[in-house]
């Protein structure tokens, strides 16, 4: 484990300027799969703590308390280049600056939808389809949700940004999203993850995407409906937003009219925290919402 951390940290820093060179596939593939490695022992070290008796799993694992600590400094050292890296390559990709608001992009086409392209960026693989950027913000997700350090939730703030373009990118698959969404789960324990999700349009981002889910009722994506859900409600409760926004009202009497089952539990879930005297519902979805509680009452 800690040779492929050491690959990964020695490899990074430098792996921006092959882009283009005939080298950076098998470089690119190499550091993936030692990432997709790092991402298994991740889930199996978290699952293995979780069981009772504790000690007996750190004997199963042969690792002593201090391996674990500099285990521990070792990943959170790698994932903070790993940050370090998707900001240079989403800055080269897309923004051309780091934190560049989406307003503020503008496309050397008008009429392409497509994004700019700075020199130093790939000519033919963008960064949503690079099979690295999936297996890196995997691994990165994983452990800004499961390893309580505040300071590297703080610095992934930093690449909001980042996260949401890649969501929300035309050729973002659903892997990729699940991913951040993850990492959302992480990031919003600090405040700094809050207030960068609200200046980078967060809401109205996972708002859209849910609203496609919604109205395509494909049950394959009705996981990631319930991870949005997830990541609304952390940012609905948090003292950072203050009072509801008016502009949030749509989403959730939407989806309560939408959905049935677990999903609608969990907006009915968001709507409760949110102020009534602030939600101008009809009759109808009053009786909606009363009863979907009630429902979601009983089955607890």
């Known amino acids: 484990m800690k040779m492929l951390l050491v690959d990964i940290r020695s490899t990074l820093p430098s792996l921006q300027e092959t882009l283009n060179g005939p080298e950076y596939p098998a470089i690119s593939s190499r550091i993936a799969e030692s990432y997709d490695v790092i991402s298994n022992f991740i889930g199996y070290l978290v699952q293995s703590l979780d069981e009772e008796g504790t000690t007996s799993s750190l004997q199963t694992l042969s690792f002593e308390p201090s391996q674990l600590l500099q285990l521990r400094a070792d990943i959170s ?24 608001h989406p307003s503020a992009r503008t496309d050397p086409d008008p009429t392409s939808s497509s994004p700019r392209s700075i020199a130093w960026d790939s000519s033919s693989t963008s960064m949503s389809e690079d099979p690295l950027t999936l297996s890196e913000t995997r691994t990165l997700a994983l452990w800004l949700r499961e390893d309580d350090n505040d300071a590297l939730r703080r610095e992934a703030a930093g690449i909001v940004d980042v996260l949401l373009g890649l969501y929300g990118s035309e050729d973002a698959k659903g892997d990729i999203r699940s991913a951040v969404l993850t990492a959302f789960e992480g990031i919003f324990q600090v405040p700094e993850g809050i207030d960068a999700f609200l200046r980078e349009d967060g809401w109205e981002i996972l708002s ?93």
């Not at 009705?222 to 203050?242: D, H």
């Not at 968001?270 to 909606?288: A, G, I, Q, T, Y």
């Open 77 to 100: 050292e790698t994932m903070s280049l790993t940050i370090e890296h998707l900001r240079d390559r989403y800055d080269a990709s897309v923004s051309g600056a780091a934190g560049l």
């Open 208 to 300: 859209k995407d849910l609203q496609k889910i919604l109205s395509s009722r494909k049950s394959e994506e009705e996981n990631r409906g319930s991870e949005i859900i997830r990541a609304l409600l952390t940012v609905a409760e948090s003292e950072v937003v203050g009072p509801a926004k008016k502009e949030w009202v749509k989403i959730i009497d939407m989806a309560i009219e939408a959905l049935q089952g677990e999903l609608c539990q969990l907006i009915v879930c968001v709507r409760s925290f949110l102020p009534v005297s602030s939600f101008p519902f009809s009759p109808r979805s009053s009786r909606s919402i009363v009863s979907a509680r009630t429902n979601a009452h009983d089955s607890i």
